[in-house]
């Protein structure tokens, strides 16, 4: 057992394929900032084994709750999603972005594009945030095309289903890193649209000791310099 007084033998880490936050490396090995991130924090709690469960967004947090798996990469915090799992503190707080085609040819700037423009399709991958954000400045339920992976939503994109995907800015700059070849390129959400998320790591509300040792270790380590050159290898500043 570890001075932060956790001995879990096992832990379950659910995760998705989104870089720089998790993705799977040329050899298959699991990494990512937030991946890095947890690793580091569960082995100072004294986690022996870190078991890595691949999924698709919408089974995160019902995973949780059905005990398939006891943490989860970093999820934006919300008044809903407390009700189904336990937060740490804010591992990162980030802006939203559109992946649109590289040529732009729509000349889309933020999701006002989308209010004005009643025949542009947003496309959103089914209960991440962005679908309900992309709402908040006028954008029509009819204009939003829903997809159960973010790979199926840059591919509408690509194919020209839809005009732009909305996510995570970074999150689509990962994706792009390796996928140099697809004509494809990002928007960053203006600041007058909407401003950077903070975004945490989820537990199981049965987890409340894992959960609190995870968040010990992260009150120190958050900001220090070796979180910064760590997180500075997947492209944040």
């Given at each position: 057992?570890?001075?932060?007084?956790?001995?879990?033998?096992?832990?379950?880490?659910?995760?998705?394929?989104?870089?720089?936050?998790?993705?799977?490396?040329s050899d298959?090995?699991?990494?990512?900032?937030?991946?890095?991130?947890?690793?580091?924090?569960?082995?100072?709690?004294?986690?022996?084994?870190?078991?890595?469960?691949?999924?698709?967004?919408?089974?995160?947090?019902?995973?949780?709750?059905?005990?398939?798996?006891?943490?989860?990469?970093?999820?934006?915090?919300?008044?809903?999603?407390r009700r189904?799992?336990?937060?740490?503190?804010?591992?990162?707080?980030?802006?939203?972005?559109?992946?649109?085609?590289?040529?732009?040819?729509?000349?889309?700037?933020?999701?006002?594009?989308?209010?004005?423009?009643?025949?542009l399709r947003?496309?959103?991958?089914?209960?991440?945030?962005?679908?309900?954000?992309?709402?908040?400045?006028?954008?029509?339920?009819?204009?939003?095309?829903?997809?159960?992976?973010?790979?199926?939503?840059?591919?509408?994109?690509?194919?020209?289903?839809?005009?732009?995907?909305?996510?995570?800015?970074?999150?689509?700059?990962?994706?792009?890193?390796?996928?140099?070849?697809?004509?494809?390129?990002?928007?960053?959400?203006?600041?007058?649209?909407?401003?950077?998320?903070?975004?945490?790591?989820?537990?199981?509300?049965?987890?409340?000791?894992?959960?609190?040792?995870?968040?010990?270790?992260?009150?120190?380590?958050?900001?220090?310099?070796?979180?910064?050159?760590?997180?500075?290898?997947?492209?944040?500043?």
């Amino acid at each position: 057992m570890s001075e932060h007084g956790l001995g879990a033998a096992e832990i379950r880490f659910a995760f998705l394929i989104e870089p720089p936050f998790c993705y799977r490396a040329s050899d298959g090995a699991v990494t990512g900032c937030d991946v890095e991130v947890a690793r580091h924090c569960l082995h100072t709690v004294g986690v022996e084994t870190i078991v890595f469960l691949e999924t698709e967004f919408a089974e995160l947090l019902p995973g949780l709750a059905n005990g398939r798996w006891d943490m989860t990469t970093g999820l934006f915090v919300t008044d809903e999603r407390r009700r189904l799992a336990d937060f740490s503190r804010p591992i990162w707080a980030l802006p939203d972005g559109l992946l649109v085609h590289s040529d732009n040819p729509r000349e889309i700037v933020g999701y006002r594009t989308f209010a004005r423009s009643r025949e542009l399709r947003l496309a959103a991958v089914k209960d991440q945030v962005q679908h309900g954000t992309a709402r908040r400045p006028g954008v029509g339920q009819d204009q939003i095309r829903l997809f159960e992976t973010y790979a199926e939503a840059a591919s509408a994109v690509a194919a020209g289903t839809v005009d732009a995907y909305a996510s995570v800015a970074m999150a689509h700059r990962g994706y792009l890193s390796l996928n140099p070849s697809l004509p494809l390129t990002v928007v960053e959400i203006p600041h007058s649209e909407k401003i950077g998320e903070s975004g945490a790591f989820a537990f199981s509300k049965s987890k409340l000791e894992l959960g609190r040792a995870v968040d010990k270790v992260l009150a120190t380590y958050l900001g220090s310099a070796d979180h910064r050159a760590l997180i500075a290898r997947f492209g944040f500043t």
